[in-house]
């Protein structure tokens, strides 16, 4: 096995293939904040993808509760138990990823579902971590509590499904570093299937090879989000590309908000596939749950987030999430004004940070008349 670095858990680590970074690396942002798990993304994703015969059970987007949502059943709670505990030492992740935990005749630490496992991709939604009787007083982090946890495939650094195809089905596009199955060489053996660790790989029973989340690459192409970024009604998303740390730029939106002020994370870095969407984390849950899931920096990243109020730059560019279907690669705030450039610095959107308000008095005095709402 090759020695390749990976930046977010601080070490480098062994992997099947030599470090071969793609000239840009697509890589998205979701504020969990702000999901109110309206599907919207998942039903667009599934019109756009997956509607044809084979593909009924791919959710290639789909949105879960947390904690007793799965899609498919216990993908990350089974893994995890797998994997057993792992220590973080410094800031740097002192466990074995699935790599160096596979088990003997295998390149990856991993499993396969059973068909019954992808037969309620609503399991959980909603249920709360606890009861509230009889009333409860308010307490943050909430003593009862669940979020909304939406993912697509997360086109890792290190993919775990490319490592495990015996065939070299799978690829990473050096253009934008998406991570694609060529058709014509799939088998169908389903080895990546039983790889990827966040089960973002599915079979097709009618053509007897695997599919996966293309990041809607035919739009990256063109400078626009997928689909699933532009249909987002609670606008948690953000697409762009992401540099390397010691390559980060303020000017570009993604690096900001996960190199400079590091207040989104990848999920379960632990596993050791640098996975390239990252998570502005729920302010409201138990720290030690988050910790697991996000790594030991999720403290920092929910202190800066909620003191987002007094921290222009940080608000002015979380609202430029949801403003155009455009990729924006740069971006600057002018006073209260957010704008959203290309990468020669032309404006591709401008967003005010705080809507005007208009208060219109009960008694229209000019016409004599009282208002109400009717059109």
């Known amino acids: 096995m090759a020695r390749v670095h990976n930046w977010q858990i601080g070490r480098d680590m062994s992997y099947w293939y030599p470090e071969s970074r793609p000239k840009k690396q697509f890589a998205a942002i979701f504020d969990v904040n702000k999901c109110i798990s309206c599907q919207t993304c998942t039903l667009a994703c ?24 799965f899609y498919p059943l216990a993908w ?24 160096e935990a596979a088990e003997a005749g295998e390149r990856v630490l991993g499993w396969r579902p059973e068909d019954m496992d992808y037969a309620n991709p609503n399991v959980g939604e909603d249920d709360c971590a606890g009861t509230i009787e009889h009333g409860a007083d308010i307490q943050m982090p909430h003593l009862n509590w669940f979020f909304y946890l939406a993912r697509i495939c997360n086109h890792c650094t290190y993919p775990a499904c490319l490592a495990s195809c015996p065939r070299g089905s799978i690829y990473k596009r050096q253009e934008d570093g ?44 063109m400078g626009e ?11 948690i998303r953000f697409a762009g590309f992401l540099s390397t740390p010691e390559n980060a730029r303020e000017d570009n939106p993604i ?107 009960a008694f229209d005095v000019a016409r004599g008349v009282p208002r109400n709402n009717t059109p």
């Open 46 to 69: 599934k019109t756009t993808w997956t509607s044809g015969k084979g593909q009924e059970y791919m959710l290639w987007n789909n949105v879960e509760s947390k904690p007793y949502g």
């Open 76 to 99: 990350d709670v089974y893994l995890l138990d797998k994997l057993g505990p792992q220590p973080w030492k410094s800031g740097a992740y002192d466990g074995r990823t699935l790599f």
């Open 178 to 221: 998406i991570v694609l199955v060529d058709q014509g060489r799939c088998r169908g053996y389903r080895e990546c299937v039983k790889a990827c660790p966040y089960k973002k790989v599915f079979y097709n029973p009618t053509t007897g090879t695997s599919e996966k989340c293309i990041a809607c690459f035919p739009k990256i192409e």
């Open 225 to 235: 989000q997928p689909q699933c970024f532009v249909n987002c009604i609670g606008k």
């Open 255 to 361: 690096d900001y908000l996960v190199h400079v002020r590091k207040v989104a994370l990848p999920l379960f870095p632990q596993f050791g596939l640098e996975p390239n969407v990252y998570y502005v984390p729920p302010m409201h849950a138990p720290r030690s749950f988050l910790r697991q899931m996000f790594g030991p920096t999720v403290d920092q990243a929910i202190d800066t987030y909620r003191a987002s109020a007094t921290d222009p730059d940080l608000t002015g560019l979380l609202t430029l999430f949801g403003s155009t279907q455009r990729i924006v690669p740069r971006w600057k705030r002018e006073g209260e004004m957010v704008i959203g450039l290309d990468e020669s610095g032309s404006e591709i959107v401008r967003v005010p940070m705080r809507e005007p308000v208009h208060i219109r008095e």
